[in-house]
């Protein structure tokens, strides 16, 4: 009796870990093939919550996991570049998304798993090209899928002959709260629905459960793949935790609303199986799918009701960074294009206001540490490089009309400037990594080192600042403060580079504090070059000189 054991167990577990690297290696294969264009995906389109929904569907199916679809969401959410109401769609097509791996698995084509594999190993193998090599993941991927699922079944089958679970099962069909229960706690511990509906699929088409108690199973496993997206917002902004408790709404109120209707739903489920003469394992599959398209439907009229309800049971002000660009009306280019220049103007200083924030948050995360600062400034970077391409799209299609030498020259300074303010983020991104590498390696800075990177800091913060005030208003006062400035920006980082070799040489501070302090200053340096570069450029536009 113990080697049965024993020898089940093994083949439960070991096929459940084939299953969940296959569903991995596959969700791999199918993103690569994709173009990791997924987060474009959802942050194009989902300007309303229908196409959110239809967003969740498309990238979940391709990265073969709704909890993935969901962290993504709530990382974009975080960053600005999603609303809660849009991301409350993304999270139901998410659900329906995940429904189709359960299809997969409906096909009976275990038999063919292991040529499966081996193709997939052959694609991966023997083949340079990228795109037979994402293939090879794929069937590989969905061949290791089904053996798992094999061995899986293999495993389970003495359950059919135990008392206990007999009894545990007829107790699932006598009160449906047990087994929701147990489906959501499975999918904790597993951390993925696909693979507790796979298991579910098996022990149903092997008849070791009925399906009035596998259908609250089912249930409990949409409630159970919520955990991930709660796990991602811990610590994370006060958007990112309402998104992920609006995950949790949403299939806690779809599995209440099947819990009262289960029967009906049970007798159809029976309808339908008769209707296509589908399979046991199709079966599961099939009131997945319903439930989750149903639930979406349900549910989908009151996604405000849903994003007013979580705002209550999180409250709090957020610090979302709204990325989306405010001032480019397209309908401005060929009606007024003057006024198009001036609302792109409008965009770029905010776009340098972002930089300028983003250097707040590397300097507070420099200070104290926390790892919030470091998100906030990733999420400012990502707005940044966001701002570019929709600013330059709208620049370039103001330069196909035709404009007046004063607006020709404008619209050249502003070119510039966003260039110079992406390259700003860049550092701002050195910086944060600077940062990431001091925390790593324990640094510790020298008591005047830390003086003088403070005061590069300061000098550094007011010349951005002055620079972009000088974007938007010309002045020249404005400009020779910056020109002074940052001239003594260069004058400060060759003294303070001169003390740190003083430093070196009595021991004062050690090697790798002196990288660290060298790469800051560095970085520091060439951010007041390109907020230089920013005022040099529009003194060109005003056609002033200014002497240096």
């Not at 359960?102 to 997939?120: E, N, R």
């Amino acid at each position: 009796m113990e080697y049965n054991l024993q020898e089940m167990l093994f083949m439960f577990f070991g096929g459940l870990g084939i299953f969940l690297f296959g569903i991995k290696s596959m969700g791999d294969g199918l993103q690569k093939s994709a173009g990791n264009r997924l987060r474009d995906i959802l942050d194009k389109y989902t300007t309303n919550p229908f196409l959110g929904v239809l967003a969740g569907i498309i990238v979940t199916v391709l990265i073969q996991s709704s909890s993935g679809t969901t962290v993504i969401t709530v990382g974009l959410v975080s960053a600005g570049f999603m609303t809660l109401r849009q991301a409350i769609g993304v999270i139901m097509g998410a659900n329906i998304g995940t429904t189709v791996t359960a299809f997969i698995i409906g096909f009976d084509v275990g038999a063919y798993a292991l040529p499966m594999i081996a193709a997939g190993a052959v694609l991966l193998f023997f083949f340079k090209k990228e795109r037979f090599q994402h293939l090879g993941q794929v069937v590989f991927g969905l061949g290791a899928l089904f053996y798992g699922l094999e061995l899986m079944g293999d495993g389970m089958r003495p359950l059919r002959s135990s008392e206990y679970f007999i009894d545990l099962t007829q107790s699932m069909s006598d009160n449906p709260f047990l087994g929701v229960i147990v489906g959501t706690v499975f999918t904790v511990l597993v951390q993925s629905s696909s693979a507790t509906i796979g298991i579910l699929q098996e022990l149903y088409a092997g008849g070791s459960i009925e399906l009035d108690a596998a259908l609250p199973v089912l249930f409990g496993d949409n409630i159970g793949t919520t955990i991930t997206a709660i796990l991602a917002s811990i610590g994370a902004s006060v958007a990112a935790r309402r998104t992920a408790a609006a995950h949790v709404i949403f299939n806690l109120v779809g599995t209440f609303i099947f819990l009262i209707i289960l029967p009906l739903f049970t007798q159809y489920i029976f309808w339908i199986t008769d209707l296509l003469a589908i399979e046991s394992k199709m079966q599961i599959a099939f009131a997945h799918g319903t439930f989750n398209v149903a639930n979406t439907f349900i549910q989908f009229w009151f996604i405000g009701a849903i994003a007013w309800m979580v705002t209550k049971i999180v409250p709090g002000e957020d610090s979302i960074v709204d990325t989306k660009a405010q001032h480019l009306d397209p309908i401005f280019i060929q009606q007024s294009p003057s006024i198009a220049v001036e609302q792109a103007k409008y965009e770029v200083i905010r776009m340098g206001d972002f930089a300028k924030l983003g250097l707040d948050e590397a300097r507070s995360y420099l200070e104290t540490g926390d790892k919030k600062h470091s998100e906030k400034s990733a999420h400012i970077e990502e707005a940044l490089n966001s701002l570019n391409a929709k600013i330059t799209d709208y620049l370039v299609k103001l330069a196909a009309v035709d404009l007046t030498e004063q607006e020709s020259q404008e619209h050249k300074t502003l070119m510039h400037a966003i260039n110079d303010i992406e390259r700003i983020g860049d550092h701002v991104e050195n910086i944060i990594e600077l940062i990431d590498y001091k925390t790593a390696t324990r640094v510790t800075l020298s008591v005047d080192a830390q003086k003088e990177l403070t005061e590069m800091y300061d000098l550094t913060r007011e010349t951005l600042e002055k620079s972009l005030q000088t974007l938007a208003s010309g002045d020249m006062n404005e400009a020779r403060q910056v020109i002074e400035m940052e001239a003594k920006l260069d004058m400060l980082e060759r003294q303070f580079r001169k003390n740190h070799v003083v430093r070196l040489n009595t021991g004062a501070c050690d090697g790798q504090a002196g990288m660290f302090f060298v790469d800051m200053l560095s970085n520091l340096e060439r951010i007041g070059d390109h907020a230089m570069n920013i005022t040099e450029i529009t003194l060109e536009d005003t056609n002033n000189e200014v002497s240096v």
